[in-house]
């Protein structure tokens, strides 16, 4: 499994950078090797999110990428934020017993 950690600072409105990421949320989750995504809000800070996406494999993730329907997702992102995008490999994971 691979974590893709991706930080976004909204450079358009937050109601059209949620919508345009739920339609690129809908996107991945049809790909093979897609596990599951959170996008989280900052709190103190409005206009910063953060992906936190599980995939199967690095493959699988660059892969989705590669769709030529992920281009459209990919601009309308970058039309409202700047993002910093970065793939972990998980190491450890604790839940309560």
Do not use: C, K
């Not at 937050?14 to 959170?38: I, K, L, M, W």
């Not at 989280?40 to 910063?48: A, K, Q, T």
């Not at 999110?49 to 199967?56: G, K, L, P, Q, R």
């Amino acid at each position: 499994m691979i974590t893709l950690i991706n930080r976004f600072q909204l450079t358009g409105s937050a109601e059209e950078f949620e919508r345009a990421f739920d339609s690129t949320s809908a996107f991945f989750a049809a790909q093979p090797g897609f596990v599951r995504h959170r996008l989280l809000r900052h709190l103190d800070r409005p206009g910063r999110y953060v992906n936190v996406a599980d995939w199967e494999d690095e493959r699988s993730f660059r892969q989705a990428l590669r769709q030529p329907e992920f281009a459209a997702h990919r601009a309308a992102l970058r039309a409202l934020s700047d993002s910093n995008p970065e793939l972990y490999t998980p190491l450890l994971e604790r839940v309560p017993s």
